[in-house]
T-cell receptor, first 115, second 111 residues
Framework: GAVVSQHPSRVICKSGTSVKIECRSLDFQATTMFWYRQFPKQSLMLMATSNEGSKATYEQGVEKDKFLINHASLTLSTLTVTSAHPEDSSFYIC???????????FGPGTRLTVL | GQNIDQPTEMTATEGAIVQINCTYQTSGFNGLFWYQQHAGEAPTFLSYNVLDGLEEKGRFSSFLSRSKGYSYLLLKELQMKDSASYLCAVRDEYSNYQLIWGAGTKLIIKP
């Protein structure tokens, strides 16, 4: 099946710093990628839809200036958490659909801990 | 509004059969998905239903009734490794690939 990678898998940072998370589709092109956040024992919460060549679409309540998304190519989307605070600590997961398929392929996730 | 309901937690015995239900109320419908998620890992795809009926894939089967807004995931011959959360998600026809997620059902398998 298709593969989506995420880097880093785990990051610990100090409050106030910025963290960049990369999501790559390894063997297919993804014009669209989704960024999710998941708090412990809760379901996935869609943060934004990343579109190659255009601006990301953010869900209600998600600050676009805090969560910067750049879909630089057909295989790479990045999420930058700017000026991270402890409440931003969460599991961040990206996914990419294959247009000819009904599946969405998920990256392995990034565990962010802000001290 | 958009709403997907599934039980919070279920317990079953190794070797047995378990059925996880999901009911949905969405503005549009373009398919229902089941995903498995182990703790600390990303979800993995299990099944997709867009037409009414049963889809069987090995030990796992998924059923859909669009008129009732209802689906279930059936797991047979349960194994300890099946202990995980099972997420029901609906694709809204008005937002091509976006999925609306249920809160997930944590399945605990006991020996």
């Amino acid at each position: 099946g298709a593969v989506v990678s995420q880097h880093p898998s785990r990051v610990i940072c100090k409050s106030g710093t910025s963290v960049k998370i990369e999501c790559r589709s390894l063997d297919f092109q993804a014009t669209t990628m989704f960024w999710y956040r998941q708090f412990p024992k809760q379901s996935l919460m869609l943060m934004a839809t990343s579109n190659e060549g255009s601006k990301a679409t953010y869900e209600q309540g998600v600050e676009k200036d805090k969560f910067l998304i750049n879909h630089a190519s057909l295989t790479l989307s990045t999420l930058t958490v700017t000026s991270a605070h402890p409440e931003d600590s969460s599991f961040y997961i990206c996914s990419a659909p294959i247009l000819a398929s009904n599946e969405q392929f998920f990256g392995p996730g990034t565990r962010l801990t802000v001290l | 509004g958009q709403n997907i309901d599934q039980p919070t937690e279920m317990t079953a015995t190794e070797g047995a059969i378990v059925q996880i239900n999901c009911t949905y109320q969405t503005s549009g419908f373009n398919g229902l998905f089941w995903y498995q998620q182990h703790a600390g890992e990303a979800p993995t795809f299990l099944s997709y239903n867009v037409l009414d009926g049963l889809e069987e894939k090995g030990r796992f089967s998924s059923f859909l009734s669009r008129s009732k807004g209802y689906s279930y995931l059936l797991l047979k011959e349960l194994q300890m490794k099946d202990s995980a959360s099972y997420l029901c998600a609906v694709r809204d026809e008005y937002s091509n690939y976006q999925l609306i997620w249920g809160a997930g059902t944590k399945l605990i398998i006991k020996p």
